[in-house]
């Protein structure tokens, strides 16, 4: 539970018109949304489990955006810091991180979320078929799960990255960098961020060929048994 200290804190970003009760109702409704998210994508990496004898979700993280970076966000975007504008613009309130071991696995991930019954997809960005300049590499899905309170239903967004390991590892790493140069990190650093994230594609690939290999050897190998 916040403490009044905090509640004071929350109300300075959001202004007095909208209340500290919006505030609370708002991150009541993006966590609830959090959850379901991530509870459906465990059910999915169980059941794959059970089918397939493989889990695709190596694992997950999920955070809420702070009142803080919210507020930072509407003004960079020219909005006004008011609980419509936020849940109107700011489409990453709410945010899960699928991490995998294989490229694949993303897009089987992406497949599954899409046939969801109650998910909407609202947008989806490819940046591993279409990375990002920086060398960035992650799939991006804004959509909407609906959350069932007493008395109405919220469609709310959530923002879902899936990516590898690899390309996790990647994406920290340069999102410390960023900070740290607050966006202006020197040439050559940039240019080694590239580099590395041509590394990760090759490794990214190699694995997903070796495993390959390895899932053919034992389905021949698992033949040859079967006909002992
Ligand atoms: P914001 O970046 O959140 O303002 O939204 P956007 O509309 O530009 O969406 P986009 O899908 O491009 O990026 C959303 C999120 O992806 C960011 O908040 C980061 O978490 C992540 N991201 C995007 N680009 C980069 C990048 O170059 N490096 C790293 N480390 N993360 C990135
Ligand atoms: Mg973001």
């Given at each position: 539970?916040?403490g ?34 991530q ?17 695709p979700?190596?694992?997950i993280?999920s ?13 960079r ?10 849940v ?9 991180r699928?991490?995998c ?12 979320i ?7 997809v609202?947008?989806?960005?490819d940046?591993?078929m ?22 109405r239903t ?16 990647w ?6 960098i960023?900070y ?34 390895i ?8 033949q ?5």
């Open positions: 539970m916040k009044s200290r905090q509640k004071e804190k929350d109300m300075e970003w959001f202004g007095e018109n909208d209340g500290i009760e919006t505030w609370q109702e708002v991150q009541l409704v993006y966590t609830a949304a959090l959850r379901q998210v509870t459906k994508m465990e059910i999915l990496n169980e059941e794959f489990q059970h089918v397939h004898q493989y889990n979700i190596e694992h993280k955070r809420i955006k702070t009142p803080e970076s919210i507020v930072k966000k509407l003004r975007n020219g909005y006004d810091s008011t609980i419509e504008n936020m109107n613009y700011v489409n990453d309130i709410a945010g899960i699928i991490i071991s294989f490229t694949s696995d993303i897009y089987r991930i992406a497949d599954m899409e046939h969801q019954h109650d998910i909407k609202l947008t989806v960005k940046y591993i279409f990375p990002k300049v920086s060398g960035y590499k992650s799939y991006h899905m804004i959509v909407t799960v609906p959350v069932y309170l007493s008395d919220v469609d709310t967004k959530v923002e879902i990255q899936i990516r590898t390991v690899a390309m996790d590892f994406a920290s790493l340069e999102h410390k960023h740290k140069f607050e966006g202006d990190a020197p040439e050559h650093i940039k240019q080694e961020l590239v580099e590395c994230s041509h590394l990760v594609s090759d490794l990214d690939e190699k694995m997903l060929q070796l495993n390959e290999e899932l053919e050897l034992s389905r021949i190998q698992g040859q048994i079967d006909n002992i």
